[in-house]
């Protein structure tokens, strides 16, 4: 059974670092793997979209790695803004749907 | 390009009852999925349906039902409701599959049972 975490749970920095979100997932074979953004009491918004034979993708500040063999993912912010606050799930895609880590919630202080 | 529409935002219910949420994925898409999101649980996946068919199913009970219809929008629909159906329901629509192509959510019907 496929199993997603993520850590930290709850991360506050303050602005301008750059800063590496974690996800591990306990079954090498997946399809791709997402990462979202959730605002409060938002739906999710798509950040990034690996796919399982790519190892990274990058959007504008936004860099996420994958290392299938290893079970692992990391979301890269930097130069991060108060306006990166929120959570950040990742999800992989397995057996027709997608499996969500519990989230980290970022803060960053002006 | 508009994206996932989904009616509708809040709803207050009391148990006992049934809900029938909504949703439009994006145009051209084919698969729409459907995740309840509780503190507790996270975002746990429902059903996926696909050319009106249900391709893939949670674990929850038979009291959670869906279908989508031939212009590929969704309805699920929950009966007798209990106070722990209280979640953030949300549906996400992809191309083909939820599990090889990017998926894109709606902002969520936030359900309160009492």
């Known amino acids: 059974k496929q199993e997603v975490t993520q850590i930290p749970a709850a991360l506050s920095v303050p602005e301008g ?7 591990s997932f306990t079954d090498s074979a997946i399809y791709n793997l997402q990462w979202f953004r959730q605002d409060p009491g938002k739906g999710l918004t798509s ?15 936004l860099n996420a790695s994958l290392d299938k063999s290893s079970g692992r993912s990391t979301l890269y912010i930097a130069a991060s803004q108060p306006g990166d606050s929120a959570t950040y799930l990742c999800a992989v895609g397995n ?8 989230g980290t919630t970022l803060q960053v202080k002006p | 390009k508009a994206g996932v529409t989904q009616t509708p935002r809040y709803l207050i219910k009391t148990r006992g009852q049934q ?8 145009s051209g898409h084919r698969s729409v999925s459907w995740y ?6 996270g975002l ?6 696909f050319s009106e068919t249900q391709r893939n ?32 329901y ?6 083909v599959q939820p599990m090889n192509t990017e998926a894109f959510f709606g902002q969520g019907t936030r359900l309160t049972v009492v």
């Open chain 2, 36 to 41: 309840q999101q509780t503190p507790g649980q």
């Open chain 1, 95 to 102: 057996t027709g749907k997608l499996i969500f880590g519990q």
């Open chain 2, 19 to 26: 809900v029938t949420l909504s949703c439009s994925p994006i």
């Open chain 2, 44 to 49: 746990q996946f429902l059903f996926e349906y």
């Open chain 1, 17 to 23: 670092e750059n800063l590496v979100l974690n996800c």
């Open chain 2, 57 to 88: 199913k949670g674990n929850f009970p038979g009291r959670f039902s869906g279908r989508q219809f031939s212009n590929s929008r969704s309805e699920m629909n929950v009966s007798t409701l209990e106070l722990g159906d209280s979640a953030l």
């Open chain 2, 90 to 95: 949300l549906c996400a629509s992809s191309l």
């Open chain 1, 47 to 61: 950040l990034l979209l690996i796919q399982s034979s790519q190892r990274e993708q990058t959007s504008g500040r």
